[in-house]
């Protein structure tokens, strides 16, 4: 089993930077993917951005310039770095874990609302 632990959520106006953390504990393999999607209001819930254990990203094209997905092997942390956020980037998002067994894990999520 895996747990996700997010954190980093938040209310910034329009233009303005945050950054989300997610803390994975439990049964982690060495080779996995970590990352975020976002589900809006009344939408599905889609990928923001993702990286796997060897480094390799993934971005959606609407945070491509303004997002950053890293991550710290040692802490088995992932970070959502977002710069110039938009109003339609308010979403609760979520932390994800993938595992090469194909298991898949999910945070319990936090809000970040884009507003002046």
């Known amino acids: 089993q895996v747990q996700l632990v997010e954190s980093g959520g938040g209310l910034v106006q329009p233009g303005g930077s945050l950054r989300l953390s997610c803390a994975a504990s439990g049964t982690l393999l060495s080779i996995n993917a970590m990352g975020w999607y976002r589900q809006a209001p009344g939408k599905q819930r889609d990928l923001v951005a993702s990286i796997t254990s060897g480094g390799i990203t993934n971005y959606a094209d609407s945070v491509k310039g303004r997002f950053t997905v890293s991550r710290d092997n040692a802490k088995n942390t992932v970070y959502l770095q977002m710069n110039s956020l938009k109003p339609e980037d308010t979403a609760v998002y979520y932390c994800?874990?993938?595992?090469?067994?194909?298991?898949?894990?999910w945070g319990q999520g936090t809000q970040v609302t884009v507003s002046s």
């Open positions: 994800t874990y993938s595992n090469i067994l194909g298991r898949n894990y």
